[in-house]
């Protein structure tokens, strides 16, 4: 089946895990700390100006959305980790939440983690401890190395060169759509539908 990106529609918008989708479909999960541009790659991923809100203010969403890609899987968008000044209360639920989705696997689904990190930034302490996570655990991710357009090139590929180290990492810019085919094409192997 070719599946096409720009057919995605949010389906669920989940306060707690028993909202899930209790369906076999492959789950896509996002990955990343506040402001790392998640929202901005979803929209680019599916061709969508504003599918996923795009946030000036960091750190609000706790809720996990789960968008319908083609009736082929589930593009999942949990919310984002390591706001400093994020009050206790929301810490806990966001942790509560990402920790449930993230363990929970009883209907079988595959998932796949799309690990962002912000090419400039690199990999902060919070990135750090989801990557042990994932390699502990053995869950299957990728990296997309966010922001790509703020750095020139050598910064860039000094920047690529630190992140790869902790995995399979694709350059992204949502302003230049530099590495959404990359991207999409790195799902579809894993979810393994035909490309686009
Ligand atoms: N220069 C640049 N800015 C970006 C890019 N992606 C996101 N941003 C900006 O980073 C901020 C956070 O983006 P958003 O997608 O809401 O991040 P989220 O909190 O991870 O969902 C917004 O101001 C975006 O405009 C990008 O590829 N390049
Ligand atoms: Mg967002």
Redesign the pocket.
């Known amino acids: 089946m070719k599946v096409d990106f720009r057919n995605t529609e949010i389906r669920i918008t989940a306060g707690s895990a028993a909202q899930f989708p209790a369906d076999d479909r492959p789950q896509i999960i996002l990955s ?1 700390r ?8 979803i929209n680019t991923l599916t061709e969508r100006k504003s599918l ?1 809100r ?3 203010s ?1 750190g609000k969403t706790v809720t996990v959305n789960f968008y319908d890609v083609d009736g082929a899987f589930w593009l999942v968008d949990p919310p ?1 980790y390591g706001f400093a000044k994020r009050p206790g209360v929301q810490q806990m639920l966001f942790s509560q939440l990402t920790d449930s989705f993230l363990t929970r696997g009883a209907n079988g689904s595959k998932r796949l983690v799309l690990q ?1 990190i912000d090419a400039k930034v690199g990999i902060t302490d919070n990135d750090g401890i989801m990557l042990d996570w994932l390699r502990q655990t053995g869950t299957p991710f990728f990296i997309a190395a ?5 750095l020139n090139k050598t910064a860039l590929a000094s920047a690529m060169n630190n992140i790869s180290a902790a995995g399979k990492t694709i350059p ?4 230049t759509k530099t590495g959404k085919e990359e991207i999409r094409h790195e799902i579809l192997s894993f979810t393994g539908d035909a490309r686009c």
């Open positions: 990343g506040s402001n790392v541009g998640k929202s901005s790659l996923a795009v946030s000036s960091p984002g962002l966010t922001k790509s357009d703020k992204f810019s949502a302003l």
